[in-house]
């Protein structure tokens, strides 16, 4: 499995900006699929984006399309989101999880590494 740890999520006002990491470590990550999902007070985790470890090939959520990107820097083996324009109902605990595998799956049964989550809260 890949170790993997979070950071970056806080309080900020509808219209604002976070930028979430996501530091991994463990294993080579060439053959992974890296994504990020999120689960709000009472509900169900959802998935948010994945990306290849390599690779151009992004997917989201309709939901953050257009206002979330999700990065990755290989040199520091760290994974990012990149929130913008968010929203009251973005608001969650936010968790990076990892899967060997190419394939970029939106079902969290797929992912077999996860980290521990940060909280993002958006005030309106």
């Known amino acids: 499995q890949v170790q993997l740890v979070e950071s970056g999520g806080g309080l900020v006002q509808a219209g604002g900006s976070l930028r979430l990491s996501c530091a991994a470590s463990?294993?080579?990550?060439?053959?992974?699929?890296m994504a990020w999902f999120r689960r709000a007070p009472g509900k169900e985790r959802e998935f948010v984006a994945a990306?290849?470890?390599?690779?151009?090939?992004?997917k989201y959520a309709d939901s953050v399309k257009g206002r979330f990107t999700i990065s990755r820097d290989n040199a520091k083996n760290t994974l990012y989101l990149q929130m913008n324009s968010l929203k009251p109902e973005d608001t969650a605990v936010y968790y990076c999880?990892?899967?060997?595998?190419?394939?970029?799956?939106?079902?969290?049964?797929?992912?077999?590494?996860w980290g521990q989550g940060t909280q993002v809260t958006v005030s309106s």
């Open positions: 999880a990892a899967a060997p595998t190419v394939y970029l799956g939106t079902n969290s049964d797929l992912y077999d590494s």
């Open positions: 463990g294993r080579t990550l060439s053959n992974y699929a």
């Open positions: 990306k290849g470890w390599i690779g151009a090939i992004t």
